[in-house]
């Protein structure tokens, strides 16, 4: 395998992280190689105007059909058992906008290409993935244009027959820096914790019993929080809002990333239209675990459910990363330590929802654990009440600050078991 077509960092493609959205970051610092020279119009997006599937012997071909030349990216990912990943191809789309009626052309079953996906990745760049069945090397594959440089080529071998070669190997996908060094910035052993009361201004939230309004409840819960966190020691709390003020989901975790943070937590309070659903829920960032999961996401990301699965799409090359894993378990230890103390504080079983993921927009660009917490319901009378009443929201602060020192305590302990 050659290492052009491995994931290596390109420093020439560092781009902020303030400007173009976050999983065009990741993308950069994951992709490859820069092909082609299109001289494309900044006023005047490409389209894909179709896609097209043949197979000859045994090459598959996937054409790419654009109105005009435009200059791609591509990168080859490896295969990832554990998230029940295939090997991928994509290629990402400079200054390419998806046309609503292109085709995806379906691939026989005897085809090396399981599926072929084709997203918006932002406003200027459309990714189109392919899954790829059996493992394949460089010699495997090929990308050319046609002659009027308009359409784009990708050439498969069909590895059918050969699938038992074991004699070459295809190198692991190489991570950001970023998610696997620790960054260095705020004092040793300080631990910084940015607290995000969720929605705010012209953004309400869910609005519930009594027109209760959620961004006022998680406005004071922050404020509590960021207070308890503040009086201990080695810790220091920043809250992305202090006020009624509207924030963007990407502006919020670059606050974070500002700062330096060890931990980022999101606060929300869930809505449902039945007024007697109850309960605590705790998010980290993946694909949906759940239908339930992916009505909450789209409503913290101001979206519908059916435009979920596109922005899933963005994660499937993120998820190998060790942010996710510190994540899940910040969740856990979180959650846990909530459940446990509101259930002992008002001696009744709260309703536990557990656990969950999803694709939660103000959870990407983050880069350190991060999760996101729906309180409680707004909608149920009880619950409302509760989110506004000062004992509710100190049982919480407390909850969630014993969750983030089981959380430090536990990483130490792993860290030293493995210390030399
Ligand atoms: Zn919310």
């Known amino acids: ?20 959205i976050p999983a065009l970051i990741i993308l950069s610092l994951l992709s490859v190689t820069l092909t082609g020279h299109a001289k494309s119009s900044k006023h005047e997006l490409n389209r894909i105007k179709d896609i097209t599937y043949n197979s000859k012997g045994n090459k598959e071909k996937i054409t790419l059909f654009l109105q005009k030349e435009t200059s791609y990216r591509e990168c080859f990912l490896d295969h990832n058992p554990k998230q029940k990943l295939p090997y991928r191809l994509y290629l990402d789309l400079k200054d390419t906008t998806l046309s609503s009626k292109v085709n995806k052309p379906d691939t026989p079953s005897s085809s090396n290409i399981k599926r072929i996906r084709v997203a918006q990745k932002d406003s200027t760049t459309t990714r189109v993935v392919l899954d790829i069945k059996n493992k394949i090397f460089q010699e495997d594959y090929k990308i050319t244009r046609s002659r009027n440089r308009k359409a784009i080529i990708i ?17 692991e996908v190489v991570l950001p820096e970023k998610y696997t060094k620790k960054k260095t910035g705020s004092a040793p052993g300080l631990c910084t914790v940015v607290i995000d009361p969720g929605h705010g201004g012209k953004d ?26 503040n009086s201990k020691k080695g810790y220091k709390a920043i809250l992305t809002r202090n006020s009624d003020i509207f924030l963007s989901l990407d502006d919020r975790g670059a606050i974070a990333n500002e700062n330096n943070a060890d931990i980022f937590i999101s606060l929300h309070a869930n809505s449902h239209e039945n007024t007697k659903i109850t309960g605590i829920e705790t998010y980290y960032l993946s694909f949906a675990s759940d239908e339930d999961a992916r009505k909450v996401a789209a409503r913290e990301n ?10 899933e799409m963005i994660f499937f090359d ?4 060790n942010k ?3 994540s899940s378990i910040l969740a856990g230890h979180i959650h846990n330590a909530m459940v446990s103390k509101i259930s002992d504080k008002y001696q009744e079983k709260i309703r536990n929802l557990g656990i969950k993921h999803a694709p939660m927009r ?4 983050t880069e350190m654990p991060c999760i996101l917490i729906e309180t409680a319901f707004i909608s149920n009378p009880k619950e409302a009440k509760q989110l506004k009443s000062k004992a509710f929201q100190d049982t919480l602060s407390v909850s969630i600050f014993n969750g983030i020192e089981n959380f430090r305590s536990a990483r130490k302990t792993a860290f030293n078991k493995t210390a030399p």
């Not at 050659?2 to 303030?18: A, D, G, Q, V, W």
């Not at 309004?213 to 929080?225: A, F, I, N, P, T």
């Open 204 to 229: 309400p939230g869910a609005t519930g019993y009594q027109k209760t309004r959620e961004k006022d409840v998680c406005l004071s819960l922050g404020l509590k929080l960021k207070k308890l966190i």
């Open 324 to 326: 996710i894993n510190q």
């Open 155 to 171: 050439e498969i071998k069909n590895k059918k027959a050969k699938q038992t070669d074991k004699s070459k190997s295809v190198k």
């Open 302 to 311: 101001f979206t519908t459910p059916s435009k979920i699965s596109d922005l």
């Open 1 to 20: 395998m050659n290492s052009r077509h491995l994931s290596t960092i390109n420093p020439f493609l560092k781009i902020s992280r303030y400007i173009i």
């Open 362 to 365: 103000v959870l990407i660009n």
């Open 318 to 321: 993120l998820l190998q990363n």
